[in-house]
């Protein structure tokens, strides 16, 4: 699971949807949830968690299909299964995991220190109830 640190910015609510506004270090970062803790407060620093299989990788250009959460990255390892291949990315100083199909691997011909854009879907981040000090 990977657990990344952010920054509230801005809270928008549509009767029982929340629509949050984060920075992960520099970039935006949405997430979309239907629960939301009452003392959320602009500034508060939030931990988020995203399952592997959750983060989308995308070599050369990124299509532009709604998901808002889209970061830099570089191909730290790749752990190449039958079915499922292991990829750890860096981003923002942050790792970050992924998991996609061998054959989507093999398709994108992805290799050590290859430069990725990760996109994440803003309704698949959890929120972490625990604050942290930055």
């Known amino acids: 699971m990977n657990l990344l ?3 509230l ?3 928008k609510q549509e009767e029982m949807l929340y629509l949050l506004e984060c920075t992960l270090k520099a970039y935006p970062l949405s997430i979309l949830t239907l629960e939301a803790p009452p003392n959320l ?3 508060q620093h ?3 968690t995203i399952h592997p299989h959750h983060v989308e990788i995308f070599k050369g250009e990124c299509p532009n299909f709604g998901h808002c959460n889209q970061l830099p990255a570089t191909v730290q390892s ?3 299964g039958k079915l499922l291949s292991q990829i750890k990315l860096q981003t923002l100083a942050i790792n970050i995991d992924s998991l996609i199909t061998t054959t989507a691997c093999d ?3 992805l290799s050590l220190q290859d430069q990725v854009t990760l996109s994440i879907n803003p309704t698949l981040i959890n929120l972490v109830e625990e604050k942290i000090s930055c």
């Open 5 to 7: 640190p952010v920054t």
């Open 9 to 11: 910015k801005e809270i």
């Open 41 to 43: 407060q602009p500034n």
């Open 46 to 48: 939030l931990m988020v």
């Open 78 to 80: 790749i752990k190449k």
């Open 107 to 109: 398709r994108m011909n």
